[in-house]
């Protein structure tokens, strides 16, 4: 249930309304636009406390809800909610690029791949050093050391830095050396991970279960977001279907939709969406066309010998500097904004 007020009814009926319904033992999130302000009711309410804040003075309207995700709902948070991690701020008019390599392999490959990303005008570098495999005998990442290195390179080059966590156990760790916390496909319904990460206090990307439907998502969001982290991103990664051509099928349709029906920040993954190196870039066009706040793509200096063998899929650094140039003169169509680094990386000690 939402309560509708104008912005014109004040800061005290707002808190009218507010205390209304706590009074109830319920609880109230407050939303303000820039043309009214939602309070939404969290929890079971009474169908007499619907009349009683009808009648309230500044309340325009009271809604049901009958979404089983609340905090995640354009409902609930009708502005989009934009982050703002050391001056990169993700969902509003700035176009995000994250990229990296898959895994940290050794301090010389992240600190160089730091140098390409900063060259390119990327914003954020991803790596993950807890790698989640399907085979057990693949390599599983460097551990606490591959957080150090990235943290370095993230410092030296001024980028903000993503890694994937994969427990609750590792959280606190993961959330003192980098920016933002991923959460993986195989990781989405980890509901221990979630509610963890609702509390770790540093932003959250939480990509799509390779099975997952869009209610599902959002509702995985949903753990995160009531544990009190507002700063959630969900990341499109590509599905599970009949297709093998391509490592998943990137599910361009969810982008619009989850602009949609909620008010978090979408970004794309077309390196795991397709597994295909000779798509990425296209694929990456077609998900900024298509209304994504940013993207996050694999990149690495030596592909070809890649320890965790994504190097199908990752992009060679001059194959990078040439899409985020390409996105330069795209984002401004779907009105975004974009800028390539001006300094080649040459110039990058």
Excluded at 76 to 100: A, C, N, Q, S, Y
Aim: charged letters at 25%; aromatic letters at 6%.
């Amino acid at each position: 249930m939402i309560a509708i007020l104008s912005n014109a009814a004040g800061e005290d009926r707002i808190q009218d309304v507010v205390r209304a319904i706590e009074k109830r033992g319920l609880q109230a999130h407050v939303s303000k636009g820039t043309d009214r302000t939602v309070v939404g009711i969290i929890g079971k309410a009474e169908p007499t406390l619907a009349e009683q804040l009808r009648q309230m003075s500044g309340v325009e309207s009271v809604i049901k809800i009958s979404k089983s995700y609340k905090l995640a709902s354009r409902d609930f948070h009708p502005e989009d909610t934009v982050i703002d991690i050391k001056g990169v701020k993700i969902g509003g008019e700035e176009l995000v690029v994250m990229g990296g390599p898959c895994a940290v392999e050794n301090r010389e490959q992240i600190m160089e791949i730091a140098k390409h990303v900063k060259a390119s005008g990327a914003q954020v570098l991803r790596g993950g050093a807890f790698k989640p495999r399907t085979g057990p005998y693949s390599f599983q990442g460097v551990g606490v050391e591959g957080l150090e290195w990235m943290a370095e390179a993230g410092e030296k080059y001024g980028l903000v830095t993503i890694t994937e966590v994969m427990t609750p156990e590792y959280v606190d760790v993961c959330a003192e050396y980098a920016d933002i916390m991923q959460v993986g496909t195989r990781n989405m319904q980890n509901f221990d991970l979630l509610r963890k990460l609702g509390t770790c206090g540093k932003p959250v990307l939480l990509k799509r279960g390779f099975s997952a439907t869009y209610d599902e998502w959002l509702n995985a969001a949903e753990y995160i977001l009531a544990g009190g982290n507002p700063n959630v991103m969900l990341c499109e990664r590509g599905i599970r279907t009949f297709e093998t051509y391509t490592r998943n099928t990137l599910d361009l349709s969810a982008i619009p939709v989850m602009k949609q029906l909620s008010h978090l920040p979408v970004i794309s993954d077309p390196s795991h969406g397709t597994g295909r190196r000779e798509l990425v870039a296209t694929m990456s066009k077609a998900s900024v066309a298509a209304g994504a706040d940013g993207l996050i793509v694999e990149m690495h200096t030596d592909p070809d010998n890649s320890m965790t063998g994504d190097g199908v899929q990752s992009l060679f650094p001059d194959q990078f500097d040439t899409l985020l140039r390409e996105l330069q003169q795209l984002a401004p169509l779907v009105g975004k904004s974009f800028e390539t680094a001006k300094q080649p990386v040459s110039s990058l000690k």
